[in-house]
T-cell receptor, first 116, second 113 residues
């Protein structure tokens, strides 16, 4: 199946700093990628849709100035958590839909963010 | 909006059969998917039903009834490695060409020896 890679897999940062998470589609081009957030023992909540070459589309309640998304190429999307606070600590997962498949999403390994 | 409800936890023994239900309320419908997620890992795709009926893939089967807004995932010959969280998901019809996926509340399956 298609491969989506995410980096870093885990990160610890101090409150007030910014953290960038990268999501790459390794063997296909993705014009659209999706960023999800998952708190412990909860479901995956869609944060935003990353669109190559244009602005991301954010879900209701997600602060676009806090969660900056850049999709500069067909294989890379980045999520930057700006001025991180402890409540931003979560598991962030990106995904993409590969072409010529039945439409399922392929997920990255996830990035566990801990803000101290 | 979209909402998908699942039982929070299910427990079964090795070798048994377990069914995980999903009821949904959506403003439109483009099929029901199922994903498996082991603790700390990435979700992986299991199955997809666009039409009513049963889809079988090895030990896993998925069923859909659009008239009842209901589906289920059936796991047969349970193995310890099947212990994981299982999520149903639907495409958001408001997502347009992006077809964003909305996930259910999730079911934690614990397989006991």
């Amino acid at each position: 199946g298609a491969v989506v890679s995410q980096h870093p897999s885990w990160v610890i940062c101090k409150s007030g700093t910014s953290v960038k998470i990268e999501c790459r589609s390794l063997d296909f081009q993705a014009t659209t990628m999706f960023w999800y957030r998952q708190f412990p023992k909860q479901s995956l909540m869609l944060m935003a849709t990353s669109n190559e070459g244009s602005k991301a589309t954010y879900e209701q309640g997600v602060e676009k100035d806090k969660f900056l998304i850049n999709h500069a190429s067909l294989t890379l999307s980045t999520l930057t958590v700006t001025s991180a606070h402890p409540e931003d600590s979560s598991f962030y997962i990106c995904s993409a839909r590969a072409p010529r498949t039945t439409g399922e999403l392929f997920f990255g390994e996830g990035s566990r963010l801990t803000v101290l | 909006g979209q909402s998908l409800e699942q039982p929070s936890e299910v427990t079964a023994v090795e070798g048994a059969i377990v069914q995980i239900n999903c009821t949904y309320q959506t403003s439109g419908f483009y099929g029901l998917s199922w994903y498996q997620q082991h603790d700390g890992g990435a979700p992986t795709f299991l199955s997809y039903n666009a039409l009513d009926g049963l889809e079988e893939t090895g030990r896993f089967s998925s069923f859909l009834s659009r008239s009842d807004s209901y589906g289920y995932l059936l796991l047969q010959e349970l193995q310890m490695k099947d212990s994981a969280s299982y999520f149903c998901a639907v495409r958001d019809p408001g997502g347009g060409a992006t077809n964003k996926l909305i996930f259910g509340t999730g079911t934690l399956l614990a397989v006991q020896p």
